[in-house]
């Protein structure tokens, strides 16, 4: 097994790792849980609008001070950025099921090598529904999980196939893990990034799915930077 991380690092490892996915200009949604950490984390030099499902479109990193005016559609006070604003929430899925969204970022239960996604529900628990992650997953054109590898059990999330009920077939490109960086495509699991501290070994220990791995198998970006 890896070196167990502290949750915090895990959070902010993650969160890190994805805001290095998105280019100038592009419209991000971000689900609840570490991907509403990703905001914390975009480049200066890179102007990403961030829309929720609740209406607002130019959304901005927390606030030092909150604001129970600005939140977001998870619950986390917001800032809005210059040329920021809010519309209706219609309009708001409008922009989803429009695909005018260029990528969301979404937490999991469970992925498969195929992309399928299981994020919504545990069979014998009580849950609110799917939400708004049912228009995100076919709206997006770009579906990218942040997930821990394992769950708190020590089982393995990324899998051959899912086991809990989906929330689409197919959908996912990107999977980043505090250990990982998997790609998917033609239902295809490819293994790009591993963690400084993780062995090859391990990572196929934790991991269900069978996947190929990238020549050249590089260390996680972003990780230099806990170092600083």
């Known amino acids: 097994m890896p070196i167990e991380l502290n949750e915090e690092m895990v959070r902010q490892r993650i969160a890190r790792r994805i805001a290095r996915e998105f280019h100038d200009g592009d419209v ?30 130019g959304a901005g990193p927390a606030p030092d001070k909150p604001d129970l005016r600005f939140i977001g559609a998870g619950g986390r006070p917001l800032t809005i950025l210059p040329g920021g604003c809010f519309v ?7 922009l989803i099921r429009g695909g005018h969204v260029d990528a969301t970022v ?13 994020n919504w529900m545990v069979p014998g628990k009580i849950v609110p529904g799917m939400g708004g992650a049912m228009d995100l997953v ?73 996947f190929t791995v990238a020549d050249p198998l590089i260390t996680m970006q972003g990780t230099e930077e806990e170092k600083a």
């Open 28 to 57: 991000v949604n971000l689900g609840i849980g570490i991907p509403t950490l990703v905001s914390d984390y975009i480049p200066e030099d890179v102007r990403v609008i961030f829309q929720t499902e609740n209406g607002a479109v």
């Open 138 to 210: 076919v709206g997006a054109r770009r579906v990218i999980i942040a997930t821990t590898h394992t769950t708190k059990k020590g089982e393995a999330k990324i899998l051959r196939k899912c086991t809990l009920p989906l929330t689409a077939k197919g959908v996912v490109k990107l999977i980043v893990t505090e250990y990982a960086v998997f790609s998917i495509e033609k239902g295809q699991l490819k293994l790009l990034e591993i963690a400084p501290e993780t062995t090859l070994d391990e990572i196929r220990a934790i991991t269900e799915a069978d």
């Open 106 to 118: 979404l937490g999991a239960l469970q992925v498969s090598q195929e992309g399928d996604l299981a």
């Open 88 to 94: 209706a929430s219609d309009l708001s899925f409008g």
